[in-house]
């Protein structure tokens, strides 16, 4: 598309283009935007993924003459940075049926780098590969394969892009933080997965056209029940540090070694406040727990630990074992980490990928994720997550809360921030 040009012609009220498809050319080669391109670009904007601050006209608009040439020139605006920005591609891209016959083109493999034991591994992914042929009437197969951690993973996906190679894995797991970085390097396919899919819808997609919610995973406050008694449990993080709850745990409270749960938690609380908080903290820390080590909160090691990213899915892991490990939400509305899926440009097998990310927002992959590692999507009706949040009234943080903050990147202010925070867990 980068050789398309456009200009405008005041005489005819139109538009000039050389390639691009959507526009209709007439014998001089003036040509107008399509209706149905229009409307597509409208339907974009209204889905949050482009936006349009005007409306835009027809081609039989414009046949009726130049009433207002303000207009014309808005709409030839818009048709320019339809091309320059690549949203064109969100409005010819296929249909569903389209989208299915591509896929049986592209060889019966589909490859996935992640973490040893996502999706249940390589059992809960030979499930999750039989119920995608079934659905879509494909042979595919998942060729999974272990690998480094979200973020090596986003670094590498980077690296192949700006490399012009085929991507290692055919679609990319992570965050929020990882996708905010991975938006700004420009390396995702972009899709219009609500307008294609009928059971994908724009909430799930966290970044418009460009990935879509996986697990919906719940930060907070996890301890022994068996340790904490029922008029003692903390209510929140505020609890952890109040002087009538406190000497209960008091130099056994484990604290994770990272930061960033400090950091998120400052979003809401401010700087000066979290800082305040980490020292109360430290001071009743009793040792350092990493996140997936709370089998030493289930065994009595320590009765309660600060943060657990992932607590309440760790909560039904082991109470379905008989453990008496329970979550409690750190603050209202709670930290909440989205887990998302996205194609990246040169994925060797775009169309399998497209159709699988947007496979795993639907309830059959969904319950798999669920009978393996205790994880699902808040958005998907009938699932752990959505039955926690409305039978106990929790509520999740905006995406748009995080998001911001990892789209404007680090500042001098924040670094700093971070480097204090990480001298305080040091004491």
């Given amino acids: 598309m980068k050789n398309a040009k456009f200009k405008i012609s005041e005489k005819r009220n139109s538009i000039v283009n050389t390639r691009y498809t959507g526009v209709k050319m007439n014998r001089r080669g003036v040509g107008r935007l399509r209706k149905k391109d229009l409307s597509c670009f409208e339907n974009l904007s209204m889905n949050g993924i482009f936006s349009i601050p005007f409306v835009l006209s027809s081609s039989k608009d414009s046949d009726r003459g130049s009433?207002?040439?303000?207009?014309?020139?808005?709409?030839?605006?818009?048709?320019?940075?339809?091309?320059?920005?690549?949203?064109?591609?969100?409005?010819?891209?296929?249909?569903?049926?389209?989208?299915?016959?591509?896929?049986?083109?592209?060889?019966?493999?589909?490859?996935?780098?992640?973490?040893?034991?996502?999706?249940?591994?390589?059992?809960?992914?030979?499930?999750?590969?039989?119920?995608?042929?079934?659905?879509?009437?494909?042979?595919?197969?998942?060729?999974?394969?272990?690998?480094?951690?979200?973020?090596?993973?986003?670094?590498?996906?980077i690296t192949e892009v700006r490399a012009g190679g085929k991507s290692s894995s055919d679609f990319y797991l992570g965050s929020q933080s990882h996708f905010a970085l991975l938006h700004k390097e420009n390396v995702l396919e972009k899709f219009n997965w609500s307008g294609i899919f009928p059971w994908v819808t724009k909430e799930m997609e966290i970044f418009p056209g460009e990935s879509v919610l996986v697990y919906t995973s719940l930060n907070g406050v996890i301890y022994n029940s068996n340790?904490?008694?029922?008029?003692?449990?903390?209510?929140?993080?505020?609890?952890?540090?109040?002087?009538?709850?406190?000497?209960?745990?008091?130099?056994?409270?484990?604290?994770?070694?990272?930061?960033?749960?400090?950091?998120?938690?400052?979003?809401?609380?401010?700087h000066e406040k979290v800082k305040d908080y980490a020292r109360k903290v430290v001071a009743l820390s009793g040792g350092r727990l990493r996140y997936s080590e709370?089998?030493?909160?289930?065994?009595?090691?320590?009765?309660?630990?600060?943060?657990?990213?992932?607590?309440?899915?760790?909560?039904?892991?082991?109470?379905?074992?008989?453990?008496?490990?329970?979550?409690?939400?750190?603050?209202?509305?709670?930290?909440?980490?989205?887990?998302?899926?996205?194609?990246?440009?040169?994925?060797?097998?775009?169309?399998?990928?497209?159709?699988?990310?947007?496979?795993?927002?639907?309830?059959?992959?969904?319950?798999?994720?669920?009978?393996?590692?205790?994880?699902?999507?808040?958005?998907?009706?009938?699932?752990?997550?959505?039955?926690?949040?409305?039978?106990?009234?929790?509520?999740?943080?905006?995406?748009?809360?995080t998001i911001d903050y990892y789209l404007k990147g680090e500042s001098a202010e924040g670094l700093k921030f971070k480097e204090e925070l990480a001298n305080i867990l040091k004491q």
């Fill in 227 to 270: 340790l904490i008694p029922k008029d003692k449990t903390p209510k929140g993080y505020a609890d952890l540090v109040d002087p009538r709850l406190s000497p209960l745990w008091a130099g056994k409270l484990a604290i994770p070694p990272y930061v960033a749960w400090l950091v998120d938690l400052s979003l809401v609380w401010g």
């Fill in 294 to 401: 709370e089998e030493r909160v289930v065994s009595g090691e320590f009765p309660i630990m600060a943060n657990m990213g992932g607590a309440v899915e760790a909560m039904w892991a082991w109470q379905a074992k008989g453990a008496p490990l329970v979550a409690v939400p750190g603050l209202t509305p709670i930290n909440t980490d989205y887990f998302e899926l996205g194609v990246p440009k040169n994925s060797a097998h775009p169309n399998l990928a497209k159709l699988l990310v947007a496979f795993m927002a639907s309830r059959e992959p969904q319950a798999v994720l669920q009978k393996y590692e205790s994880r699902s999507s808040h958005l998907v009706e009938g699932t752990m997550m959505a039955k926690y949040l409305r039978e106990n009234r929790v509520q999740v943080q905006e995406p748009k809360v």
């Fill in 67 to 157: 009433q207002q040439p303000s207009r014309t020139l808005r709409v030839a605006i818009v048709a320019s940075l339809w091309l320059l920005t690549g949203i064109s591609s969100l409005c010819t891209a296929e249909t569903y049926e389209q989208l299915v016959a591509g896929a049986k083109k592209e060889g019966d493999e589909i490859v996935f780098v992640a973490g040893a034991q996502t999706f249940g591994g390589r059992k809960g992914l030979s499930e999750i590969e039989a119920a995608f042929n079934k659905k879509f009437g494909l042979k595919a197969r998942i060729n999974f394969a272990a690998g480094p951690d979200m973020n090596a993973r986003a670094a590498r996906l």
